[in-house]
């Protein structure tokens, strides 16, 4: 009788540069949970595990669809009326020379097939540092390079336009801007964008800009559409349902294809071909994205207004606490302080969640440029919350730093 070969399952190379530093810790928090130790968690975009909820009419849509038989798979690009209603939207924006429209299971499938049809091994991408570590993800598992710019903290973390045309290589083939930024919280002015988009042009570049927070801004700051500034550039904007329309679970995103229709109809064949394999993104909540679009959006202002009070909390904070110092966020739900601290961040959010139950996220996770330390706080929770949150992060580093 043969004996079976002792051997082990590898796991594929390219995950080892594969993190997610938003949810790496949870595994400490949960065993903390377990030996009957609340957390306090600053740690997960999520509105809906605050005093957030999704409007009605969009939950009634969804409940109306389920009713109606809506339960089969829909159409590979999304569902008619949502496409059109996304289109108009993007009209209304002013968004010109739109070529494609398609449906996703949250903008984090949308990253996935639009980089995974245009990227190569051996080609690179430019995206932000910091910025969301779902790009480096989906780079590393699809083999390509990671080509990062930095944000200039000292410029309210706008990207140095001539530092990023110096990164540029022969293999760079799109480039990432995150507006409004997260973790910084930077909304980014028009003069950047229309840099950017000169840059773009200069090199054949894609670029990829997500607005996923576009309409999540303070104090009267304007969100610019990349797309409008740039109609003969390709731009892929990214949006969903999950931040501005407060459905984060239903996982609805899209992409908005613009710029010349010859310059992109192989790449929009390859997205198709991705789409149709994958048959369709969730059908029924598909009838959301039409009484979100063209309704009153009427939760917008309360909404905005809490979250400016919990940014203007956050910064009262960071303010008046020794080693901390932040720029203020423009846009979005995150802050992303620096500290002047002798330890590495994720040293310090680790400790910080075992001393203080405080969960926030360590900077390098998001990427920071070397020999700096920065946490990314959500504020999303009530102000009590982050009051207790604030005044036990204080204490921790009063302890710790003498």
Same mark, same amino acid.
């Given at each position: 009788m043969l004996t079976a070969k002792a051997f082990e399952v590898l796991?594929?190379?390219?995950?080892?540069?594969?993190?997610?530093p938003i949810r790496d810790l949870a595994a400490v928090a949960d065993e903390l949970r377990r030996q009957g130790k609340p957390i306090l968690m600053l740690n997960i975009g999520d509105p809906l595990d605050a005093d957030f909820s999704t409007p009605p009419e969009l939950v009634e849509a969804v409940v109306q669809a389920l009713r109606d038989g809506k339960n089969g798979y829909a159409p590979a690009l999304g569902v008619p009326e949502a496409l059109d209603a996304i289109r108009a939207d993007a009209g209304r924006k002013g968004i010109a020379n739109i070529q494609d429209i398609f449906i996703t299971d949250g903008v984090s499938e949308a990253v996935d097939i639009c980089l995974t049809a245009l990227l190569n091994p051996g080609d690179d991408l430019l995206v932000?540092?910091?910025?969301?570590?779902?790009?480096?993800?989906?780079?590393?598992k699809i083999g390509a390079g990671r080509n990062p710019y930095d944000l200039a903290e000292e410029l309210d973390w706008e990207p140095?336009?001539?530092? #990023?045309? @110096?990164?540029?290589?022969p293999s760079t083939r799109g480039i990432v801007l995150i507006n409004p930024n997260n973790p910084t919280g930077a909304v980014h002015s028009r003069r950047t964008l229309e840099g950017i988009a000169e840059l773009a042009r200069q090199h054949n570049l894609v670029i990829f800009a997500d607005e996923i927070y576009d309409r999540v801004t303070f104090d009267g700051v304007q969100h610019v559409p990349m797309a409008t500034l740039a109609p003969e550039v390709p731009v892929v904007t990214f949006g969903g349902l999950s931040k501005g329309f407060l459905a984060t679970g239903w996982r609805v995103g899209w992409c908005v294809v613009s710029g010349p229709a010859a310059a992109l109809q192989s790449y929009m064949e390859g997205m198709h071909k991705l789409l149709r394999?994958? #048959?369709? @993104?969730?059908?029924?909540?598909?009838?959301?994205?039409?009484?979100?679009?063209?309704g009153m959006q009427q939760h917008l202002p309360g909404m905005i207004a809490k979250l400016q009070a919990r940014r203007d909390l956050t910064l009262q904070w960071c303010d008046s606490t020794p080693r901390v110092r932040c720029v203020a966020p423009k846009g979005g739900f995150y802050a992303f302080p620096r500290l002047d601290i002798p330890e590495d961040d994720l040293e310090f959010v680790k400790a910080l969640l075992l001393e203080k139950q405080v969960l926030v996220v360590h900077g390098?996770?998001?990427?920071?440029?070397?020999?700096?330390?920065?946490?990314r706080i959500v504020f999303l929770p009530r102000e009590a919350t982050l009051g207790k949150a604030y005044?036990?992060?204080g204490d921790f580093m009063g302890e710790r730093y003498t």
């Open positions: 796991v594929a190379r390219n995950l080892q540069h594969v993190r997610s932000p540092r910091p910025g969301y570590p779902l790009y480096t993800a989906v780079l590393a140095d336009v001539e530092g #990023l045309a @110096a990164r540029v290589t394999s994958r #048959l369709s @993104a969730n059908h029924p909540v598909q009838y959301a994205v039409r009484p979100a679009l063209e390098g996770g998001f990427g920071e440029q070397p020999g700096t330390q920065h946490v005044q036990a992060i």
